[in-house]
């Protein structure tokens, strides 16, 4: 399924991306708290997206 290839990819990018952001700051750094709330919302998406196929394959 190309969109969960798709999302896949922008986690595991978003995935380094916050660890090369948290390098020497606080976990309360608005940068960190950016790049996480960004990964968490990609994770969101990739939820919502095997609950749907899930739900197709019922």
Known sequence: MPELDKIV?????????????KEDKCCTNPEVMAACHELHTALDRYQGILMRVEEEDK
């Open 9 to 21: 990819n922008q986690i595991e990018e978003l995935r380094s991306s916050t660890i090369k952001v």
